[in-house]
């Protein structure tokens, strides 16, 4: 409102004189005295106008430095939180490189310790190397364990069915938490392409790798898996591979813990991942 009356005061300032002169000018007289006053009255204009566009310009200049600097505080963070994540999922590998046979309750233990950190982790999970041959085997240890059914299956079409036809099998042998995390129990990330290609680049490269962004097959949500391989340290070499250490992080709380204490109410922003193929 300030502004739209100022606008109508501004409009009656600079047109009354001009309509003054010209209302008390005899008629003979109107053009020749009117017409300096409209000079001045359009190079007052311009120049106002002018100086309105330098202003938009330099406020959207510093708009724009404002929302750079947030986009880099923005990224700061998120990868910061992502490191931390890293870190924990390489914690529970450390673990799982020992020459000691592990458990599922040695698992939890562990796990437990590491998704109380919060850090957007909705899970952390052991993925083991499962031979074809070994796969009854592992099936029936892993239903002793669990003290329920367990096989390792894929998804076709959305239904679960029992994998088969590969040379290896990368089940969710162990999830923490198990509530909210059912239905990733025994799923073999070797089944999808996008797992499956994570999965053998981080086994070549012997190094931490993150998938593009996926839904999570537990509930749907959009989720990250951060893959960090683990070696047979008796056996020694790359190929002695005996599973990974995964971290699952879904993206709406990998955000929410990133971002936190930050004012987003009236701004939007999209995530993007510069890495991915059609970014």
């Known amino acids: ?29 109107r053009r020749r005295r009117v017409a300096p006053i409209a000079a ?17 310009h330099a406020a959207q200049r510093n708009l724009t430095a404002q929302l750079d600097d ?10 910061a939180t992502l490191r931390l994540g890293e870190s924990a999922v390489g914690g529970l590998a450390g673990v799982f490189e020992s020459t000691t046979q592990r458990s599922r309750d040695d698992f939890d233990d562990v796990a437990k310790r590491l998704v109380a950190f919060g850090l957007g982790i909705q899970a952390i999970e052991w993925i083991p190397a499962v031979a074809n041959g070994d796969k009854f085997a592992v099936e029936q240890k892993m239903t002793a364990e669990w003290g329920r059914a367990f096989s390792i ?4 079409h959305g239904n679960q069915v029992s994998a088969s036809g590969r040379s290896a099998y990368f089940p969710v042998a162990y999830v923490y938490p198990v509530q909210g995390n059912e239905g990733a129990i025994g799923f073999d990330l070797g089944s999808s392409p996008q797992r499956a ?22 509930n749907g949500k959009t989720g990250i898996l951060l893959f960090v391989p683990v070696y047979d340290q008796s056996a020694g070499g790359a190929n002695a591979l005996k599973g990974f250490s995964l971290g699952v992080f879904a993206v709406p709380d990998l955000l929410s813990v990133a971002l936190q204490g930050r004012d987003l109410a009236d701004l939007d922003y999209c995530l993007a991942d510069a890495t991915a193929p059609n970014a």
């Open 1 to 29: 409102w300030a502004t739209w009356w100022s606008g109508d005061a501004i409009g009656v300032f600079v047109l009354a004189p001009a309509i003054m002169v010209a209302a008390r000018a005899p008629r003979g007289e």
């Open 40 to 56: 001045a009255m359009a190079a007052a204009l311009a120049a106002t106008g002018g100086l309105f566009a330098l202003n938009e």
């Open 70 to 79: 947030l986009t880099h505080d923005f990224a700061s963070h998120i990868s």
């Open 153 to 156: 299956f894929e998804r076709d």
């Open 197 to 218: 290609a994570s999965l053998v680049q981080a086994q070549k490269s012997g190094k931490p790798v993150a998938t593009a962004a996926i839904n999570l097959v537990q």
